[in-house]
């Protein structure tokens, strides 16, 4: 039975439409199992269609995949491919763009992203098969171009059978940067920074807490560095398997702001992409620089402190007076005259139960003086000429003779302690004092001094925000005019002045403050949206968790703890074991010699001229 033409020709394009939808369906399976881990934490697609040939691009099978199976928010726009492509450079946009294989090439227009930060998609559309070696060679050479310019690493480009990404570190013959297929696995800032395989990495460490870089003499050029920060950098740079290119250190440190908006220091290098991360500790603080430099992890911590010059020394002449604290004399003093009034009410009660006959029994305030008289002579471990005649008032006097001895003791031991370790006057330790005090308050590096003393905060620390004074001297050794000349006051972070000026406070040339201003969470700096920035952080954190920083950290101090015992122990070997007194060391003596007999003087005048007034 022959079947009608019509028929035949309605079966045929059925068949064919069953085996387009058929494979239609497989590629996206295949496009689910490809793009379904680099799209899953977006929040959001561009997808740009050519205005030219926008129904075109509809039909691509990859526009209908991110357009009905993706399950991301689209928001579809339209190009020309001959026209200028603005973006925000510091932007995060993420984009599905549908271009020819050319227009990719040549990196002009929407093809030379400047953004870090997005997720690139590119649909050749005019692809009617897998890029051969020859296009995968320019598409390559393209993309080590962007890569080299911007650090721009997240394409994936969609050809008819294939994902397509560029892998910074492979290797084309000597030349770092590769095409390769993608295969679904992870997210490329997961999979492509497990090995850098060597890449070369710029890095600059400065002169700070925890780095400490070796120049030579005669050339002035670096050598090497040591300290926790290095430690740090071994490891990242053994775990991530990059070369550590170290740059010479710049002579601005962390950088200042010049009147025109520019900066020098690492903060300009990193505006002018002049390394790839800086590994000395920054302040984390708004350096105004938000859009070019990015915070890492906070890696530890520190607080600024103030330090001021030592409070002087007490002279040796009044020296005893300062050896006991002054509850101590207080007591001293008033629990003589307590003593001497319950004498009184001892004698009182004798006198008026007759146990105590007197002389003249009618000169009660004579009796009163000659007790207090008395009552200090046994205080200060005298003898009496005569005891009274109460056993009562005996007893009284012998005990207080075992607190004369107690209060002895301790006079004598604070003042043998003195004499072999110095005594200073009070040191400042409140914000307060040092207000008070009126020293100005030196500092080197602007990013210090411009948070520290907020105006707003305090009506002092308004006054104490007046007597910054800026040293613009990167080189100055403030703590040692400090320690040398006083006059003024510096700031410093506080495990700074602990490592590297412990000397001064051994030397009890330089007091810290005890009430510290500020306190920062202390990170390094990459540029912004760095390529290696997740890879980075999350080796930091590893870091940070095991206790390896700070075991670092605690070795740093523990050398220089050992440094300064074994100083002292050499200073205390070399110096007399016995402190020898000298004349000058009694001088305190003799003052009280000529004021009691300046008093003895004054009571004979008064005692004649009593004894005038009453004849």
């Known amino acids: ?183 679904g696995e992870e997210t490329l800032n997961k999979l492509l920074f497990h090995d850098m395989a060597g890449y070369p990495m710029r890095i600059q460490m400065f002169k700070s807490v925890y780095t400490r870089p070796e120049m030579d003499p005669s050339t002035g050029q670096l050598l090497g560095v040591t300290g926790p920060d290095f430690l740090v950098a071994q490891m990242l740079s053994n775990r991530l398997n990059f070369t550590m290119h170290l740059q010479q250190p710049d002579k601005n440190y962390f950088g200042e702001r010049s009147a025109n908006g520019s900066y020098n220091g690492a903060i300009g290098s990193i505006m002018n992409d002049g390394l790839d991360i800086c590994l000395t500790g920054f302040f984390v603080k708004d350096y105004l620089v938000q859009e070019y430099m990015d915070f890492t992890v906070a890696v530890y911590d520190d607080e600024l402190c103030i330090y001021v010059p030592k409070a002087s020394r007490i002279p040796q002449s009044i020296l005893p007076i300062f050896a006991v604290g002054y509850d101590i004399w207080l007591g001293f003093i008033l629990a003589a005259f307590v003593c001497a009034l319950v004498w009184m ?70 003042l043998a302690t003195v004499y072999i370790h110095p005594l200073y006057y009070k040191d400042i330790n409140t914000m307060q004092e040092l207000d008070d005090s009126g020293l100005k308050v030196v500092y080197k590096y602007t990013s210090m001094a411009d948070d520290l003393f907020f105006s707003e905060t305090s009506p002092l620390f308004a006054s104490l925000n007046k007597k910054l004074s800026w040293n613009r001297d990167l080189h100055a050794d403030v703590i040692d005019d400090v320690a040398r000349n006083g006059g003024k006051a510096g700031v410093s972070r506080y495990t700074s002045l602990m490592l590297e000026s412990s000397r001064f406070m051994l030397l009890q040339k330089i007091w810290v403050v005890p009430e510290c201003p500020k306190y920062y969470t202390i990170s390094y700096v990459m540029p912004r949206n760095s390529p290696w920035e997740d890879a980075i952080n999350a080796l930091l954190l590893r870091l940070s968790n095991a206790g390896l920083i700070v075991k670092w950290i605690q070795d740093e101090k523990s050398r220089v703890d050992i440094k300064m015992r074994l100083s002292i122990l050499e200073a205390n070997a070399n110096s007399e074991l016995v402190r020898v007194l000298t004349i000058g060391d009694l001088q305190l003596a003799f003052y009280v010699v000529i004021g009691g007999n300046l008093l003895a003087f004054l009571g004979f005048f008064a005692e004649h001229f009593w004894k005038r007034l009453l004849n």
């Open 1 to 183: 039975m022959a079947v009608p033409g019509w028929i035949s020709l309605t079966l045929l394009l059925l068949l064919r439409l069953n085996t387009e939808l058929s494979l239609g369906q497989m590629n996206f399976t295949e496009m689910d199992e490809l793009l379904a881990e680099p799209i899953r934490d977006l929040p959001q697609l561009e997808l740009w269609l050519r205005g030219s040939k926008q129904h075109q691009d509809e039909a691509n099978p990859y526009v209908q995949w991110f357009l009905h199976r993706s399950g991301t928010p689209l928001h579809i726009l339209t190009y020309e491919e001959n026209h200028d492509w603005l973006e925000d450079p510091f932007g995060r946009d993420n984009l599905v763009v549908v271009m020819s294989l050319s227009q990719l090439i040549s990196n002009r227009g929407v093809a030379a992203p400047s953004q870090r930060a997005g997720v690139f998609f590119y649909i050749l559309e005019d692809q009617t098969q897998d890029l051969t070696d020859e296009e995968q060679i320019q598409l390559e050479n393209s993309c080590r171009q962007l890569w080299m310019l911007h650090k721009i690493y997240n394409r994936f480009v969609l050809s008819k059978d294939s994902l397509w990404i560029y892998d910074p570190f492979k290797h084309r013959d000597s030349v770092f940067g590769r095409l390769v297929r993608y295969f």
């Open 345 to 414: 009410a001892l004698r009182i009660v004798n006198l008026k139960l007759e146990i105590v006959r007197p002389d003249e029994p009618e000169n009660l305030v004579r009796q009163a003086l000659a007790i207090v008289v008395d009552t200090w002579v046994v205080w200060v471990r005298v003898n009496l000429s005569h005891l009274p005649s109460s056993y009562a008032e005996r007893m009284f006097i012998g005990s207080l003779c075992l607190v004369s001895v107690i209060f002895g003791a301790i006079f004598e031991s604070s």
